[in-house]
């Protein structure tokens, strides 16, 4: 049956993304190797690389964790017709360990691993390095397995917040043990017993957390026949027109799952990549406050209307011009921006963040940046809100991917202005162009609104597709 199943959802556009996603992240690897294969080589020759197994996988856990997210769409409660064919849990529990074991979104993070260890670091740290790896991606798998799993955030929860835990403990653990291997080099102190003590720890903790979630997928109850039902509910009058802009966003899985995640992944970076220049000038370029700031709206401004294509009809009938619905959904893009802006705030003051450049990005962002995704309005077509979260194309066609590529505009102009100019000249322009958006965007809506309207019925049947 599960091939069967295979089978009949075979899509050549998921195998290609794959493929895509693969093939760059073998580029971007090649490329470093080929960088930086002699300083490898020299810190693996002057150092005992074994003490640096643990940071390599503890690295991992944080990408490996997004993209098993974002690509594991695999449904792990039964289906109804085999419960009510004689099947027991533990013999469900045995199969989902079989299918989660030869995912091959499993073994995509070890494979990278091999290439790169392999490449730079002796045959046995480098086998191990993969080993520790591949263990580690299973553990995560089986955490994600039980994410999808997990009927309520009662059961979800714990499993997060033991994600935490782990990056942590896993980060300090291998920031301790590369420090002594560094102290154990300099000081000529024998320490040889330490790195494969704390291997063989960190594997035992591995199996033992693999062991505790199948433990764990196995006791969940997938569904519940008695929960209750609520009592209260929205009424029609409390729905505005803003309103539908983000609850449209909230209760889509397909929206809401990315933002939120790849938004903390590029204010991690941005924190990150500014911590490291917490004694130079602010001149140096920090591309990761550029995508914290615009990554919310640059992701829904890919489909302007997708949601409400949905419902467009009825929105027809009511007295709601097309130039007040852009109006609203650039005011949400603008509000987004902002709350971005805000979570940079820390920054003024922890990481030597400079108060013009972040002021003078949130103008660019909001009102330029924002402003030229506005046109996909007349490209868009009606997105399934309740398909799989990432990585899925249903609503989009050819002119959207083509218009999209018109966001490497303004990230180029970013990149080049703060590498070449002066910050403060630099500034200037961001805000300078912000403000032609300003004044603007009111009369470019206004000519977007006439344009669609001249070919409404063309936009209403490509909603109905």
């Known amino acids: 049956m599960w091939f069967l199943q295979q089978r009949r959802q075979f899509r050549w556009a998921r195998v290609l993304t794959m493929a895509y996603f693969m093939i760059w992240m073998l580029i971007v690897m090649v490329a470093v190797i080929i960088a930086m294969a002699d300083m490898l080589r020299n810190f693996a020759a002057q150092y005992n690389t074994w003490f640096f197994i643990q940071i390599i996988s503890a690295i991992l856990i944080l990408p490996d964790m997004m993209m098993k997210v974002m690509f594991n769409d695999s449904a792990p409660i039964m ?104 102290y154990a080099h300099e000081g000529g102190v024998s320490l040889s017993w330490l790195a494969p003590a704390a291997i063989a720890l960190v594997a035992a903790i591995d199996v033992l957390l693999l062991w505790l979630l199948y433990r764990y997928f196995g006791r969940m109850r997938a569904y519940d026949e008695h929960t209750a039902h609520t009592e209260k509910a929205r009424r029609i009058g409390e729905i505005t027109l803003f309103s539908t802009e983000y609850l449209g966003v909230w209760r889509s899985k397909r929206f809401r799952l990315p933002i939120l995640l790849i938004s903390a992944l590029f204010l991690f970076q941005a924190y990150q990549q500014q911590s490291l220049t917490i004694q130079q000038d602010f001149g140096g370029l920090n591309i990761g406050i550029y995508f914290a700031l615009c990554w919310p709206s640059l992701f ?166």
């Open 79 to 182: 289906d109804d017709c085999l419960r009510t064919k004689p099947v027991p849990g533990k013999a469900w529990s045995q199969f989902t360990a079989l299918t989660t074991l030869i995912d091959y979104w499993n073994w995509m993070m070890p494979l990278l691993t091999a290439i790169f260890s392999f490449a730079v670091l002796p045959f046995g740290v480098a086998l191990t390095a993969t080993l520790l790896v591949a263990l580690q991606s299973q553990m995560l798998a089986w955490l994600v397995t039980d994410i999808h799993k997990a009927p309520g955030n009662q059961y979800t929860l714990p499993l997060w917040a033991g994600l935490i835990f782990y990056f942590l403990a896993k980060n300090v653990l291998g920031g301790i043990v590369a420090a002594l291997g560094i």
């Open 300 to 465: 829904l401004g890919q489909w302007v209307f997708g949601i409400e294509a949905n419902y467009f009809h009825g929105l027809w009938t009511k007295p709601y011009s097309i130039e007040q619905l852009l109006r609203r959904k650039f005011y949400f893009m603008l509000i987004l921006t902002s709350a971005m802006a805000l979570f940079l705030v820390p920054a003024l003051f922890w990481f030597g963040l400079s108060l013009t450049r972040l002021l003078s990005l949130l103008l660019f962002v909001a009102f330029a940046q924002n402003l030229m995704m506005m046109p996909t309005c007349l490209l868009a077509t009606r997105v399934d809100l309740f398909s799989s979260a990432f990585f899925n194309y249903q609503g989009a066609n050819k002119g959207v991917n083509l218009y999209g590529l018109l966001v490497f505009i303004p990230v180029i102009l970013y990149t080049v202005a703060t590498i070449l100019l002066k910050p403060l000249v630099a500034d200037a322009i961001f805000a300078g162009i912000g403000l032609v958006g300003v004044a603007l965007y009111r009369p470019s809506l206004r000519w977007l609104a006439n344009r669609w309207i001249s070919k409404r019925h063309e936009h209403m049947e490509r909603y109905c597709q």
